[in-house]
């Protein structure tokens, strides 16, 4: 049987979480932090998503505040009863002169599973963004399942970045050829928003062999990477945050 649930947190400047809101496999749990960030860590209640689920978690950063959203485990999305595809649906707000760093763990698609992701973000036009992307495509010595997720940003109003990509038996052919993942298995972004970058624009440069940093047309750069592993992945988005973030 499929199920429906939706999360809910919302972090004030003075470092409380007035909303934190749970429901079936969301659990958000605040958790000790370093630094000057309130932090939520999402704790998987139970497997999910499955086929059919409808999974949604909104965050709303209010001006002034920092927030640290984070996760226990990896998300591994599965096949389930229902034929129909599950769809987690992420939608994220950040105040003025707030700051939200969405980090959480890989989302690992396994054979035979189908989710529609999306994730949209509002930012003010002072508002500081990290977003952390990462795929898993199939569990040790699997293929994956059909995986299509989409990222769209605004800032102030004005289309940041809108990009979907799609990966497995349901994507489009090509998808794992040599002009996409060419054999890699985990694919990751890194999404970096910062008013710093108008005066301080980011320059484009490889970060080893199938990653890359490039800037966006709005205060922000864009890191890509693919890669053999989950851990590898890791590492080079590890490195690229360093670089982006100057270690903050």
Same mark, same amino acid.
């Given at each position: 049987?499929?199920?429906?649930?939706?999360?809910?947190?919302?972090?004030?400047?003075?470092?409380?979480?007035?909303?934190?809101?749970?429901?079936?496999?969301?659990?958000?749990?605040?958790?000790?932090?370093?630094?000057?960030?309130?932090?939520?860590?999402?704790?998987?209640?139970?497997?999910?998503?499955?086929?059919?689920?409808?999974?949604?978690?909104?965050?709303?950063?209010?001006?002034?505040?920092?927030?640290?959203? =984070? &996760?226990? /485990?990896?998300?591994?999305?599965?096949?389930?009863?229902?034929?129909?595809?599950?769809?987690?649906?992420?939608?994220?707000?950040?105040?003025? =002169?707030? #700051?939200?760093?969405?980090?959480? #763990?890989?989302?690992? &698609?396994? /054979?035979?599973?189908?989710?529609?992701?999306?994730?949209?973000?509002?930012?003010?036009?002072?508002?500081?963004?990290?977003?952390?992307?990462?795929?898993?495509?199939?569990?040790?010595?699997?293929?994956?399942?059909?995986?299509?997720?989409?990222?769209?940003?605004?800032? /102030?109003?004005?289309?940041?970045?809108?990009?979907?990509?799609?990966?497995?038996?349901?994507?489009?052919?090509?998808? =794992?050829?040599?002009?996409?993942?060419?054999?890699?298995?985990?694919?990751?972004?890194?999404?970096?928003?910062?008013?710093?970058?108008?005066?301080?624009?980011?320059?484009?440069?490889?970060?080893?062999?199938?990653?890359?940093?490039?800037?966006?047309?709005?205060?922000?750069?864009?890191?890509?990477?693919?890669?053999?592993?989950?851990?590898?992945?890791?590492?080079?988005?590890?490195?690229?945050?360093?670089?982006?973030?100057?270690?903050?």
């Amino acid at each position: 049987m499929s199920l429906t649930a939706t999360a809910r947190i919302v972090a004030a400047a003075d470092g409380t979480l007035p909303v934190l809101e749970s429901d079936g496999p969301l659990a958000l749990r605040r958790t000790r932090a370093s630094g000057p960030y309130t932090r939520v860590t999402v704790v998987g209640a139970m497997s999910a998503p499955l086929g059919g689920d409808r999974l949604a978690l909104t965050a709303e950063v209010r001006d002034g505040a920092r927030l640290l959203v =984070d &996760s226990a /485990a990896a998300t591994v999305a599965l096949p389930g009863s229902d034929a129909a595809p599950a769809t987690y649906d992420i939608e994220l707000g950040v105040g003025a =002169d707030a #700051e939200l760093r969405w980090l959480p #763990e890989q989302l690992v &698609s396994a /054979a035979g599973s189908d989710l529609r992701m999306r994730t949209t973000v509002t930012l003010a036009p002072t508002a500081r963004l990290v977003l952390r992307e990462e795929q898993v495509l199939g569990r040790h010595a699997e293929r994956p399942g059909t995986l299509t997720s989409r990222l769209t940003v605004r800032r /102030a109003g004005r289309l940041l970045f809108d990009q979907e990509l799609a990966y497995g038996p349901g994507a489009p052919a090509g998808w =794992d050829g040599p002009a996409v993942l060419d054999g890699g298995r985990a694919t990751g972004q890194l999404l970096v928003v910062d008013p710093d970058f108008d005066d301080k624009p980011v320059d484009t440069r490889l970060l080893g062999s199938y990653a890359a940093i490039a800037p966006l047309a709005g205060p922000a750069a864009l890191v890509t990477a693919v890669a053999p592993d989950a851990l590898s992945l890791r590492r080079v988005l590890d490195e690229a945050l360093g670089l982006l973030t100057g270690g903050r």
